[in-house]
Nanobody, 124 residues
Framework: QVQLEESGGGLVQAGGSLRLSCAAS????????MGWFRQAPGKEREFVAA????????YYADSVKGRFTISRDDAETTAYLQMNDLKLEDTAAYYC?????????????????WGQGTQVTVSS
């Protein structure tokens, strides 16, 4: 069965950095766009970043633009989210997801495959 496994979360001080990884297996990774979402306690899941297949064009939520970078390594079937200058409000569970659609895909309903999530906690 399809598998997306996130790693790299943890506890970090405000202003610090983390790099999340999303290892994919058992589906055609190169034919899917990848996205990252996050969900804080008591809040809805929200879009963070997206990178379509066969593209270098990236999309970001306004709240993370300039601080986060999404990337992918098709040879390693892995997606990444580099997070710099982390803020308290970035605290959330982070999920990677895969979509068969191309373009600026920000709606969670457009993503068919999801990982289990990794917790990111930013402290003051």
């Amino acid at each position: 069965q399809v598998q997306l496994e996130e790693s790299g979360g943890g506890l970090v001080q405000a202003g610090g950095s983390l790099r999340l990884s999303c290892a994919a297996s058992r589906f055609s990774f190169t034919t899917y766009g990848m996205g990252w979402f996050r969900q804080a306690p008591g809040k809805e899941r929200e879009f963070v970043a997206a990178l379509p297949r066969s593209s270098t064009i990236t999309y970001y939520a306004d709240s993370v633009k300039g601080r986060f970078t999404i990337s992918r390594d098709d040879a390693e079937t892995t997606a990444y989210l580099q997070m710099n200058d982390l803020k308290l409000e970035d605290t959330a569970a982070y999920y990677c997801a895969a979509t068969p659609y191309w373009g600026k895909i920000t709606g969670s309903q457009e993503y068919g495959y999801w990982g289990q999530g990794t917790q990111v906690t930013v402290s003051s």
